[in-house]
Antibody, heavy 120, light 108 residues
């Protein structure tokens, strides 16, 4: 069974750096074609894709947020980490990690999400 | 960046009705990389359709997708009570994803 779970702080202060961890099971990020993405959703709003890391360590970022984001993986721990610098209240959202596959590029399995509030 | 515009914003229908949801792209999208998701309150999105018309594993056949180029459609042939949710379209291009703003399907 493929599962992903996000973890990280529920509350961060403006200007701080957010670090989120995605811990997954049921697949390996060293397998050809496997990718892990981060997507966020502000309360009551639409989904916004943030970043992706591939099995071969290729990394891709949202054009609008690329200067603030860093994605990395620890294959041995089955984890993907996302950091976002200079947090602002507008970054308040539920952050999801999710798997996609090279074959379809559809985001087929999602974590439950973790809510992050940015407030002083 | 390709912008996806979904219509209508809200669709009010009754169980048993047929639902037609639209998604228009600001430029042509590769159909292979077009998908639809369903999201219920407090839950993560669920993949419904990928490749514009292929149902994901476990998705009932009352859900169907069609379209190409810039215009795509999600059809639910006969609404069940559990189908009332928010639906998002999504495309993948230039190694990045964009999502539509969502269509809320509510009970009339």
């Amino acid at each position: 069974q493929v599962t992903l779970k996000e973890s990280g702080p529920a509350l961060v202060k403006p200007t701080q750096t957010l670090t989120l961890t995605c811990t997954f099971s049921g697949f390996s990020l060293s397998t050809n074609g496997v990718r892990v993405n981060w997507i966020r959703q502000p309360p009551g709003k639409a989904l916004e894709w943030l970043a992706r890391i591939d099995w071969d360590d290729d990394k891709f970022y949202s054009t609008s947020l690329r200067t603030r984001l860093t994605i990395s993986k620890d294959t041995s721990k089955n984890q993907v980490v996302l950091t976002m610098t200079n947090m602002d209240p507008v970054d308040t959202a539920t952050y999801f990690c999710a798997r996609s596959l090279y074959s379809s590029n559809a985001i087929d399995i999602w974590g439950q999400g973790t809510m992050v509030t940015v407030s002083s | 960046e390709i912008v996806l515009t979904q219509s209508p914003g809200t669709l009010s229908l009754s169980p048993g009705d047929r639902a037609t949801l639209s998604c228009r792209a600001s430029q042509s999208v590769i159909s292979t990389y077009f998908a639809w998701y369903q999201q219920k309150p407090g839950q993560a999105p669920r993949l419904l359709i990928y490749g514009a018309s292929t149902r994901a594993t476990g998705i009932p056949d009352r859900f169907s997708g069609s379209g190409s180029g810039t215009d795509f459609t999600l059809t639910i042939s006969r609404l069940e009570p559990e189908d009332f949710a928010v639906y998002y379209c999504q495309q993948y291009g230039s190694s990045r994803y964009t999502f539509g703003q969502g269509t809320k399907l509510e009970i009339k």
